[in-house]
């Protein structure tokens, strides 16, 4: 857990964050991910289920470092994938077929044959994004001579109280199959039965959820429509517990898992209950550490740039995410001087707020909760190179990884 010392210097594992830096020979920008942080995470959800069959399904894209998804499937985890690449690293990190679940709409046949042919039995479940999806996977299963195992994702109608761009369960957005297609959905289902075997129902109404009740309707929703169809081995509620990124967060993932259980343990006791959060069991385990590059006056503005930009850590240029910077290696005090904190690339949105980081400001800056959709959204964009990872693991040792350089980007771009 990320703590700081008496002199007021970020600590995690007990170490020194600039010492731990040091000693894996990372440069800025790096992220620093707390493993030992993120399995405790795991184990306190995976506790709240009790007797209640369940897979907690991690959803990779919030970071799909190997020593994550290992971690997480060491403490229990399977995973949720949402392309061909995703389902491999998930495979290679360990989690086994029975523990997959394949989402996403625009599904590849690279990623569909993968999912249908991996073990045994292929995949868990893919979960089924339309109607039209379901002549596209019976097609595909045709081919490899398999019987694909799907769960419908459904549209349950629910806006849920959160940024607009990560609601996803409401009628308007992209994801899913809308309520009033659903008889069409299992139409096509019956007519496919040869190649297509409906394991269960699922949904995902949204992210960042910082109150349990959305969550709940969407699960009501699906639960009401699982009954109907006897034999479904699971219902998937989804991901989005929220986590709070300084202005609060009263509900832990436990409390998700535990009213989810009740809701299946009443209408569907039996059936495997898998919840797929990504967010909440590793954003706030991950900080992205920056150096201050430039300061610069220009009238009445005070701008602090880092070396790390949106290139590094996209959220708050993607839909104005805020994540709390503070110095590395003094403690953050609310009433220093405030500067406008921004990165080095060419778009105006580059920027991740108004912070109190003191005059004159800190050498190197923590930006906090970045464990989640940081590093899995970086991007070469003015050929900036990615930036580094640092694992800390639960017994202390440090690793670290560093694809994606400016050097190989270079190359790259510059072949003929
Ligand atoms: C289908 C699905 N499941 C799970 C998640 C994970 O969401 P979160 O990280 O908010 O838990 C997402 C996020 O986009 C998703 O689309």
Not at 25 to 31: L, W
């Amino acid at each position: 857990m990320l703590s700081r010392d008496s002199h007021g210097r970020a600590i995690l594992g007990g170490r020194r964050i600039a010492d731990l830096l040091e000693a894996a020979g990372a440069s800025t920008p790096a992220y620093i991910y707390d493993l030992g942080a993120m399995a405790c995470e795991a184990r306190e959800l995976t506790a709240a289920f009790g007797d209640q069959p369940y897979l907690v399904a991690y959803a990779v894209k919030a970071n799909t470092a190997g020593p994550v998804i290992r971690t997480l499937g060491d403490a229990g985890c399977g995973a949720e994938v949402g392309s061909w690449a995703e389902l491999q690293v998930a495979l290679r990190a360990g989690i086994g077929p029975e523990r997959l679940l394949l989402s996403g709409m625009g599904k590849t046949s690279q990623a569909i044959d993968a999912a249908v042919g991996a073990g045994d039995r292929g995949i868990r479940a893919i979960q089924v994004d339309s109607v039209d999806e379901l002549g596209r996977i019976a097609a595909r299963a045709r081919a490899i001579g398999r019987k694909a195992r799907v769960a419908l994702r459904l549209n349950p109608g629910v806006m849920a109280e959160t940024h607009e761009a990560i609601a996803t369960g409401h009628d308007d957005a992209k994801f899913g199959i809308a309520l009033r297609d659903l008889a069409a959905a299992f139409e096509a289902l019956d007519g496919a039965s040869d190649a297509l075997d409906l394991v269960g129902l699922g949904g995902h109404v949204g992210s960042q959820l910082t109150r349990t009740e959305d969550y709940l309707e969407g699960a009501r929703a699906i639960l009401s429509i699982a009954v109907t169809r006897p034999g479904l081995e699971l219902v998937d509620f989804g991901g989005g517990f929220g986590i709070d990124y300084g202005d609060g967060c009263a509900v832990r993932p436990a409390d998700f898992a535990r009213a989810a259980t009740a809701l299946v343990r009443e209408a569907m006791p039996g059936a495997t209950l898998v919840v797929e959060p990504g967010r909440a069991l590793v954003g706030a385990h991950g900080s992205l550490i920056a150096t201050v590059v430039a300061t610069k006056l220009s009238g009445e503005r005070r701008w602090l740039v880092l070396d790390a930009g949106m290139t590094d850590l996209l959220r708050p240029a993607l839909y104005g995410a805020r994540h709390r910077i503070e110095p590395l290696d003094a403690a953050p005090d609310p009433h220093a001087l405030t500067w406008r904190v921004v990165g080095p690339v060419c778009e105006s949105t580059d920027e991740f707020g108004e912070f109190s980081l003191g005059s004159p400001p800190p050498a190197k800056v923590l930006i906090r909760d970045a464990g989640a959709y940081g590093y899995t959204m970086a991007s070469h964009y003015n050929g900036r190179g990615y930036p580094t990872e640092v694992f800390l693991h639960a017994d202390g040792r440090v690793t670290t990884s560093h694809a994606n350089s400016a050097t190989s980007w270079v190359d790259a771009r510059s072949a003929s």
